[in-house]
């Protein structure tokens, strides 16, 4: 039996903890983040923490609250609002990383919201979360997330190279911006062939899973290197 065979075998099992491990090293950077926010009041950080959060709770979602071991004790409603549930974080995680780099120009220095999560300048977001959501409930399909996804990434990647170009030597975090945003922008790629095209081949999947991985483990190494 061959390594391929093994995950495949037993991918639930693996699922459960790629999600697992997923959302812890979530979890750390809110927390390492949000401390960091405190001490700073940068409004960036706050977006920067939001995405995170949200990523934490849609790993956690998907592959534990929704792994396919639970087909025998829940219902088609349950794995529906599963999905819906995950949609609308993993779009509203990559806005948040996408305005973590832009609030100064949209809010200015001046409006410092009382809430990250609702204020008047995330409105747009929500409501282009949300119908991206439906059109993908209709058309029963990732494919409209998967495309926006992409754009986000697209912008990220090209914004974090601006910004990795105008940085000063001595800060190292813009170097592990630009590179997650660029391996992202990567992995949903690989994530919307493997869908589209490729009927969600295995060996696609885990490519994209090891590049998840990559990414969470870049912000956490960058998180943890500012904040020690």
């Known amino acids: 039996m061959n390594l391929l065979n093994l995950i ?15 959302t812890l090293v979530c979890a750390v950077i809110v927390l390492k983040v949000d401390r960091l926010f405190r001490i700073s009041m ?4 706050r977006y920067f923490r939001n995405a995170f959060f949200f990523y934490g709770l849609a790993f956690f979602t998907r ?19 599963i999905k819906i549930f995950l949609e609308f974080l993993l779009i509203m995680a990559g806005f948040f990383l996408l305005y973590s780099l832009l609030w100064k120009k949209i809010e200015g220095t001046s409006n410092n ?13 929500y ?9 993908d409930y209709v058309w029963d399909t990732y494919s409209v997330m998967f495309f926006s996804q992409i754009l986000i990434f697209s912008f990220a990647s090209l914004i974090s190279l601006v910004n990795l170009q105008n940085a000063e030597s001595r800060y190292q975090f813009p170097k592990f911006y630009f590179i997650a945003m660029a391996m992202s922008l990567i992995a949903w790629i690989l994530n919307a062939l493997a869908a ?3 009927n969600w081949d295995y060996l696609i999947i ?23």
């Open 63 to 81: 592959y534990i609250l929704g792994t396919n071991l639970l087909d025998s004790y829940v219902n088609n409603l349950y794995f529906l609002i």
């Open 8 to 22: 495949i075998e037993n991918r639930e099992y693996l699922k459960i903890f790629y999600g697992f491990i997923i």
């Open 196 to 198: 589209l095209l490729f």
């Open 42 to 45: 940068h409004q960036g950080i």
């Open 113 to 125: 919201y009382s809430s990250s999560l609702l204020n008047p300048a995330l409105l747009l977001f």
């Open 206 to 228: 885990i490519v994209v899973s090891s590049i998840n991985v990559i990414i969470f483990l870049l912000f956490l190494y960058g998180v943890l290197k500012i904040t020690k």
């Open 127 to 135: 409501a282009f979360s949300l119908i991206i959501i439906s059109l």
